[in-house]
């Protein structure tokens, strides 16, 4: 390499040695690459108000995970709670009713260390309609057969029908041996729908 050429790179590698042109290109490269980031963490994003009486679980960062709980790894808890608010601070903080456990952690967050409480009735189940057994077991009882369904084998057939549970939406309904739930609950079968 010659002495001209090796002036000319230490040269170009300056910002004085940029033109105009050059600075405009590189300008807009980093314009269309934030523009980019920006739209795809704009669908990722989720603008959730929270009302005063709400409840809503609290994210822990995970050095608090090791130090409060004890655990580090997958079984980590990631949220704790929940929590019910107590007051919107600014648009975007709340301020949460923290237990005695939690009395020298702040108690206003910012939006994006809440995750909602969708608390579902349906999941509420009162412990005076449970028989709890000394093993801390209970037994489930079929309410209705939603519908039934035949699949075929090799060899056979296999009827199954689709139950619906007590103390459970239909949305927890399983499919189960037709064979098996006649066997054992014979009075769901009385209804002509099913009796074939």
């Not at 909602?116 to 093993?135: A, F, G, K, T, Y």
């Not at 066997?183 to 729908?193: D, N, R, T, V």
């Amino acid at each position: 390499m010659t002495p001209d050429e090796a002036l000319y790179r230490r040269k170009c590698r300056t910002l004085l040695c940029w033109t105009q042109d050059k600075v405009r290109l590189i300008r807009y490269c980093l314009k269309a690459a934030f523009d980019r980031n920006k739209s795809y963490l704009n669908l990722k994003r989720r603008d959730i108000e929270y009302f005063v009486g709400d409840y809503a679980f609290l994210k822990v960062s995970p050095l608090k995970k090791v130090h409060r709980f004890g655990c580090k790894g997958k079984f980590s808890p990631g949220f704790i709670g929940s929590y019910r608010i107590l007051k919107c601070v600014r648009s975007i903080s709340y301020q949460l009713e923290l237990p005695l456990e939690l009395n020298g952690t702040q108690d206003v967050f910012h939006a994006s260390m809440l995750r909602q409480n969708r608390s579902d009735p349906s999941h509420i189940v009162s412990i005076n309609e449970i028989e709890v057994r000394l093993n801390l077991s209970f037994e489930e009882e079929p309410v209705q057969i939603l519908d039934r369904v035949f699949k075929l084998l090799r060899r056979r057939s296999i009827h199954f029908v689709k139950v619906l549970w007590q103390n459970h939406g239909t949305k927890d309904a399983t499919w189960e041996p037709k064979d098996l739930i006649q066997q054992q609950h014979p009075h769901l079968f009385e209804s002509s729908k099913f009796k074939g």
